[in-house]
């Protein structure tokens, strides 16, 4: 979030025209805006698709119970703000395209938080939260494939399922090779770009067929491909690709900015949808699910605790960036509207969520709720 402030500032500076310029320059048939958001973010989606299928079959998402309630409160944190937004934007049908942007948790700055707050959060919170947003990432996941794809292309559509079947075929036959399947996942990456899927799919679909081989008592097996992929991405992704899409999609010119222009119904619809939409959804979907008897709350932890759980997934800043820029590809006015709505509902959740975790009492004992 630090380098978007940074991409806004040289945005509203002297440097703006070669900001805009640089991000505009086409680079072998591709502006290098699509560079960033089509290519370098395919690998955040193969990152989070590493992640998804660790998660459900070697992780915390391994079995039902303990998918219950991570599952109720991502779709219910999710539909929450949907409706917020809808409601905002009830009157424009071109608006409404914007429905799915503040849907999405952002994982790795909400953990940051989380990190911050050290040992005044339960264990049990941060590995409920991280839950919650891998699911989360999965419904982002789903919804851009089925509701932000461009005319489809049926034969390279066929090319790119073509490749997809061999790179499930060497899963099968033991294949664990991570060149083959990185030599591969290019080429079922440039398919999917002219097929009229968004191109960043073919990092989940590509991380779906790289082995992982459960091992029992040993999660962090550091021999699974798997494993080892997501180890040798993570830090890219973390330290150069979220930042630079961060800093190449923040930017937002503040010039001739008005009242009017901040009480946009896109901006409210995004602002409102992460800041009240995640918590109320969230909040409610965990207390209903407790009090029926339907799962257990984490444990160790106090009703305030998960409250302020629920209104940090409010932070939902890099998916909720890039959906705003596949729901609006052609204006760049409700572009900016996004951008300012999902910058306010991120930062307002961060500094509440983080207060309300700092100051909630915690309850010692295994089972707290």
Same mark, same amino acid.
């Given at each position: ?34 560079? *960033? ?10 990152? %989070?698709?590493?992640?998804?299928? /660790? ?9 039902? +119970? ?16 949907? #409706?917020?937004? &809808? ?19 952002? &994982? ?78 290019? %080429? ?8 009229? *899927? ?44 979220? +930042? ?41 979907? &965990? ?41 609006? +590809? ?9 951008? %300012? ?6 930062? &307002?959740? #961060? ?12 309850? /010692? ?5």
């Amino acid at each position: 979030m630090t380098v978007s402030a940074i991409g806004l500032l040289v945005a509203n500076a002297a440097s703006a025209p070669v900001y805009f310029g640089i991000l505009k320059t086409y680079v072998g048939g591709l502006s290098v805006l699509h560079w *960033v958001n089509d290519a370098l973010m395919a690998v955040f989606f193969l990152l %989070v698709g590493l992640e998804i299928k /660790r998660e459900l079959i070697d992780g915390q998402l391994a079995s039902w +119970p303990r998918r219950i309630l991570p599952g109720i409160a991502a779709a219910a944190g999710m539909a929450a703000p949907a #409706a917020i937004y &809808i409601a905002l934007n009830a009157g424009s049908a071109e608006t409404l395209r914007g429905w799915a942007i503040p849907a999405a948790t952002d &994982i790795a700055f909400a953990l940051g938080v989380l990190a911050l707050l050290g040992s005044r959060v339960p264990v049990s919170l941060k590995i409920f939260l991280t839950a919650l947003a891998i699911l989360d990432d999965l419904g982002a996941v789903l919804i851009i494939a089925l509701f932000y794809t461009a005319d489809l292309s049926l034969q390279w559509l066929g090319l790119a399922g073509v490749v997809l079947v061999v790179l499930a075929g060497f899963n099968r036959a033991g294949v664990t090779s991570l060149v083959i399947y990185l030599l591969l996942g290019s %080429v079922l990456w440039f398919f999917v770009l002219k097929s009229g *899927v968004h191109a960043t799919l073919a990092g989940v679909a590509l991380a779906l067929t790289v082995p992982l081989r459960p091992s029992p008592g040993l999660p962090d097996n550091p021999a699974s491909p798997l494993h080892r992929l997501e180890h040798a991405i993570h830090p890219w992704v973390a330290f150069l690709i979220v +930042p630079l899409f961060g800093f190449a999609n923040a930017g937002v010119s503040l010039s001739g900015m008005s009242a009017a222009a901040l009480l946009h119904p896109v901006t409210l619809g995004v602002a409102s949808g992460l800041f009240f939409g995640k918590q109320v959804g969230i909040f409610l979907s &965990i207390w209903a699910t407790v009090k029926l008897g339907l799962a257990h709350g984490p444990d160790g932890s106090s009703w305030p605790q998960v409250y302020g759980i629920s209104v940090l997934a409010g932070v939902g800043f890099t998916m909720s960036l890039f959906v705003g820029m596949l729901a609006f +590809p052609a204006s760049p006015e409700l572009q900016d509207a996004v951008k %300012v709505g999902v910058l306010a509902g991120s930062l &307002i959740s #961060a500094i509440v969520g983080m207060l309300v975790l700092r100051l909630a009492p915690s309850k /010692r004992g295994r089972r707290a709720l």
